[in-house]
């Protein structure tokens, strides 16, 4: 199999759809989801820094931080939407309605 352009881009027609189901909720975009995916691949080169620069797998404590640090937008995410929050925006001011008439 080589790798040509014609190869490359049939693939990238086929893995697009994927994508977009994959950061978007409910066909809506999520920013959490791919902030999550970018924060997984820091957390997974910080580990692999870890275990070159000590020779040893980290302990709970660290694997835990990093597993906190890499889902924490999604799980923010989540936890909005479970406990119900509404998407509305709620007015600073209220209005009287008795104000214009006389």
């Known amino acids: 199999m080589k790798l040509t352009p014609e190869f ?23 920013s959490s989801r791919v902030l999550t995916l970018l924060h997984s691949l820091v957390a997974c080169g910080a580990l692999i820094y870890i275990v070159i ?20 937008h999604y799980a923010v995410n989540r936890a909005t939407t479970a406990f119900g929050k509404p998407n509305t925006p709620k007015p600073d001011v209220a209005v009287d309605p008795n104000l214009n008439q006389q």
């Open 53 to 72: 620069k000590t020779h040893l797998m980290p302990d709970g404590m660290t694997l835990t931080g990093l597993g906190a640090f890499s889902t924490a």
């Open 8 to 30: 490359v881009t049939k693939a990238m027609e086929k893995l697009s759809p994927w994508m977009a189901k994959a950061f978007s909720d409910q066909g809506s975009p999520s």
